[in-house]
């Protein structure tokens, strides 16, 4: 990509400003990618001071097993400003084919500009590929003015989608401070919601218990005693405590489970390997067992603030037990660890009767045609009154405890 200016610097500023686009990890190395993703230019003023997701080592096992790859639909091209070849900052970015494995829908959008005789594909796509985590996009390098670096950012993914004649850009996930500044920038602003779990100081699961109302305690009570009735057991394994076979186990539950509900998994068995390798100590696998042997587990990835479930499966059905891996255990862990909260992915209703509680999600969606992106902008409009009612209507169906 060519040298280009930033809006709103001054001339001497930008004389030496550049924005590239890298086709892989492999182009920059980690600690100039993680100084940037961790920065506290990046995370501003929230709690997490290290998201997973967003590390050198994760990003690069999914590019290196070819998760993330040209043939899987994924073309990276991670955006980087430069000014004398010193680094600004980042986006995680890739060009796409197809909308599988994002988590914010634009399926419809895509068929509708289809049949008007457009080309939605392809599109660019900044975000942690087959993750729905909010996470840093932009992300800053220590010392740098946020505000300026995400506008140099934001005309080099335009420029970007130019030049690869992508029909847009959709930023999803995203912090909500990142939102607003896209906003500013004139993208489009798009709400969604998710059930998150949230650590009030609890010592232990009781505690937690203790703070809802009583029918819906002995609920919870009675599902976990069910989930391990018939014998089953359940192992916390993380850092080198982990082997192949417990890789091995975990697949096998991952790939049965996602062959049932979304035909063809994201994930390879090379990619778990990986991030063995590279990030054990961020992993924790909630495995469980049975006669001995392995019958279900979930992975989550370990934040300084937050854990975060992702993948489960199983090979036997029991009553609650996936309540049980997913929810229970995982907020036994963090009330161990002292974490903030569990945030346990994309959809599902029924983790409200939990004890998670409904929290807002962001995306920005940048579109070059003017007919499509009235009708989008029209249709978001409508979409985020009727996210923020929805929200508000969850918040009424948790379990815990009237205060009045």
Known sequence: MPAMETPGATPEATTALQVRALPGLKEIGAQVWDACATSSETLGAGDETHNPFLSHAFLSALEDSGCASRKAGWLPLHVVLEREGRTLGLVPCYLKNHSQGEYVFDHGWADAYERAGGSYYPKLQVSVPFTPVTGPRFLIAPGEDPDTVTAGLIAGLRALRAQTEASSIHVT????????????????????????????????????????????????????????????????????????????????????????????????????????????????????????????????????????????????????????????????????????????????????????????????????????????????????????????????????????
């Not at 650590?199 to 919870?220: E, H, M, P, W």
């Not at 790939?255 to 100590?281: H, I, Q, V």
């Not at 924790?284 to 300084?304: Q, S, T, V, W």
């Open 173 to 404: 996930f995203m912090r909500e401070a990142e939102w607003e500044r896209a906003g500013a920038a004139g993208f489009l602003k798009r709400t969604d919601q998710q059930f998150h779990w949230v650590n009030a100081g609890y010592a232990t699961f009781d505690d937690f218990l203790d703070s809802l109302a009583a029918r819906k305690r002995k609920v919870i009570r009675r599902e976990r005693r069910d989930a391990l009735g018939p014998g089953i057991t359940i192992e916390h394994l993380t850092g080198a405590d982990i082997t192949e076979a417990h890789w091995d186990a975990f697949f096998a539950f991952y790939t049965d489970t996602g062959a049932r509900k979304w035909g063809s998994p994201y994930l390879n068995r090379r990619f778990f390997s990986l991030l063995s390798e590279r990030m054990a100590g961020r992993v924790l696998l909630i495995m469980a067992r049975r006669e001995g042997r392995y019958i279900a587990g979930a992975i989550n990835l370990i934040g300084d603030a937050a854990l975060y479930g992702r993948n489960w499966g199983c090979i036997e059905d029991h009553p609650f037990l996936h309540f049980e891996v997913c929810y229970y255990q995982a907020i036994d862990f963090a009330i161990a660890r002292g974490l903030r909260r569990v945030e346990a992915g994309a959809q599902g209703e029924h983790k409200l009767a939990r004890g998670y509680r409904p929290v807002l999600m962001h995306s920005a969606h940048d579109i070059a045609d003017p007919g499509l992106r009235r009708a989008v902008a029209d249709y978001l409009r409508r979409e985020r009154a009727h996210v923020d009612a929805l929200v508000g209507e969850f918040e009424t169906l948790t379990p815990f405890k009237r205060t009045c």
